[in-house]
């Protein structure tokens, strides 16, 4: 049995690189395009340094690893099918199956060789990718100034003894400087008591923020008609709060760029604040069961070594595999939207395509090996 494990093995590994290098050079070829047009232009903090082809080239192949952690579970499925599909073709499975390679050991091979690939899309997912993503960022940051979230900025909420404030950062430079705050106060009934808004800040070692070029405005008798506004123009504002760097920079960036234990760390911190975390929750669970998608894959991939091809058939059962593996991942995709507006349980929305196709495959392989 090892003899055979290590042909598998062997096989499929090979089958998984030169497809996921396929798929690279492909998306590495589109990041590339995308950023053709932000190439000759002089950055922001340091106007005599300009864009050029080798930090495009920076840019884009630090996120190479976010790449292969989005495709390495596909990867393993059209891998699996291949080299499971062409050995069934030469007859070579028939004579593994007649050499001891029964249909429930076929099954626990494939899937220990399915959990060294979880094991490598969660090491990626979780330590590599959001590391090199967050140093993408703060690259293209250096050109373009500052990291932000679009229009609408990043949104914070914290409670404190007897007010409630919400926060908007509109972006965060390399260096941690935040630009174009606005803080909202609400005192414990609800009403606004005072806003403010600031041009630039930086947040202290200190559990406060130091906001500059400030204008703030203060409600006295909020929520009544003859309520009076006092506003004021001030160089610097201290602010003492207890959001650090890491939540702001964390807010800043999409969830499914971010580590597991910061995406739960931020979860709880949104529910302590009265926020909800709904997607937030629905994308942590994804990020669990998400390595676990390549078990999936070659239980789905199995069924396809006790097909009986005829020449020139195997083409059309590979392309059958790849069709299947992206309809799993637009179904993915489409339970955590469906899920969030819905309101399901974060888990049942992130762990539903996975278990269906999983009952699907199983399904498939006992019609196919038990059955006929």
């Not at 690189?17 to 590339?32: E, I, R």
């Not at 400030?214 to 709060?241: I, M, N």
Request: hydrophobic fraction near 50%; charged fraction near 15%; charge should be positive.
């Amino acid at each position: 049995m090892k003899t055979i494990r290590r042909l598998i093995y062997g096989e499929v590994f090979a089958a998984v690189f030169f497809v996921l290098l396929a798929f690279l050079s492909l998306f590495f070829f589109f990041d590339f395009v995308d950023e053709l047009p932000d190439i000759g232009k002089a950055s922001v903090l340091d106007p005599t340094r300009v864009y050029g082809l080798p930090d495009a080239l920076l840019y884009v192949g630090l996120l190479t690893p976010s790449r292969i952690y989005e495709l390495l579970p596909i990867a393993v499925l059209i891998g699996s099918v291949f080299v499971l599909a062409r050995l069934a073709q030469g007859s070579e499975y028939t004579i593994l199956r007649t050499s001891g390679l029964g249909p429930w050991r076929a099954l626990r091979t494939m899937l220990g060789l399915g959990a060294v690939f979880v094991l490598l899309t969660f090491a990626i997912g979780d330590y590599l990718a959001p590391l090199a993503d967050r140093g993408a960022q703060l690259h293209k940051a250096r050109f373009q100034g500052a990291i932000s979230l679009g229009q609408t900025g990043a949104w914070l909420k914290e409670k404190q003894p007897y007010s409630n404030f919400s926060v908007n950062v509109g972006s965060m430079s390399p260096q941690g400087e935040l630009g174009n705050v606005r803080i909202f106060e609400f005192n414990n009934q609800g009403f606004l008591v005072s806003t403010l808004h600031a041009q630039s800040g930086r947040i202290e070692n200190d559990e406060s923020w130091t906001l500059r070029h400030v204008q703030r405005r203060e409600f006295d008798a909020a929520g009544q008609q003859s309520a009076k506004v006092q506003r004021s123009t001030l160089e610097s504002f201290r602010w003492p709060t207890s959001l650090n760097t890491e939540m702001v920079s964390v807010a800043l960036l999409k969830p499914e760029r971010m580590r597991t234990a910061d995406l739960f760390a931020y979860i709880r911190h949104l529910e302590a604040n009265g926020q909800t975390a709904q997607s937030h929750e629905i994308e942590f669970w994804r990020k669990v069961f998400y390595p676990l998608s390549c078990l999936v894959m070659v239980v789905l991939a199995l069924p396809f070594a006790y097909l009986h091809f005829r020449s020139g058939s195997i083409t059309g059962y590979v392309f059958g595999g790849v069709m299947i593996g992206i309809s799993f991942f637009l179904l993915n995709n489409v339970f955590g939207y469906i899920g969030n507006l819905n309101q399901w349980q974060p888990w049942l929305a992130a762990a539903s395509p996975a278990l269906i196709y999983s009952v699907f495959s199983l399904g498939a392989f006992g019609w196919l090996v038990l059955k006929r």
